[in-house]
């Protein structure tokens, strides 16, 4: 919710231009690599499931600084953390099957996007 907040002040201050040049340049860059993601997550699955429950993931550290980075760029671009959640889950989680992952993503991008709304509404960059 924090990272959405600052989102929100960086996106105010971008020209109309500049914010689509961002949103493109990041969508260009964020479908290709949720698509490398999963090719890595099904190359990887037999030797996860081997090893159990020896990985045991990104500290917590790690998930709040992913945290921070996906509500400012999907403040930012008004779109796009849904598809870095998942890639990120999907690596994060290595034993966590698709559809738990598809769940808690979309849980997960619930505040940011309640945070960056009234951010930007407070901004005055929604028309009511």
């Given at each position: 919710?924090?990272?959405?907040?600052?989102?929100?002040?960086?996106?105010?201050?971008?020209?109309?231009?500049?914010?689509?040049?961002?949103?493109?340049?990041?969508?260009?860059?964020?479908?290709?690599?949720?698509?490398?993601?999963?090719?890595?997550?099904r190359?990887?699955?037999?030797?996860?499931?081997?090893?159990?429950?020896?990985?045991?993931?990104?500290?917590?550290?790690?998930?709040?600084?992913f945290?921070?980075?996906?509500?400012?760029?999907?403040?930012?671009?008004?779109?796009?953390?849904?598809?870095?959640?998942?890639?990120?889950?999907?690596?994060?989680?290595?034993t966590?099957?698709?559809?738990?992952?598809?769940?808690?993503?979309?849980?997960?991008?619930?505040?940011?996007?309640?945070?960056?709304?009234?951010?930007?509404?407070?901004?005055?960059?929604?028309?009511?």
């Open positions: 919710m924090l990272g959405a907040r600052q989102g929100v002040r960086i996106a105010s201050k971008l020209s109309t231009a500049a914010s689509g040049a961002i949103f493109n340049g990041l969508s260009v860059i964020m479908i290709p690599t949720h698509f490398a993601v999963q090719h890595y997550r190359a990887h699955a037999v030797a996860d499931a081997d090893a159990g429950s020896g990985r045991s993931g990104p500290a917590i550290a790690g998930h709040v600084a945290g921070y980075f996906q509500g400012v760029s999907s403040a930012v671009m008004g779109v796009g953390g849904l598809p870095m959640a998942m890639s990120y889950l999907t690596l994060a989680c290595p966590l099957p698709h559809h738990l992952v598809q769940g808690t993503a979309m849980a997960s991008v619930v505040p940011g996007i309640l945070a960056s709304g009234a951010a930007h509404l407070v901004a005055g960059n929604v028309p009511y």
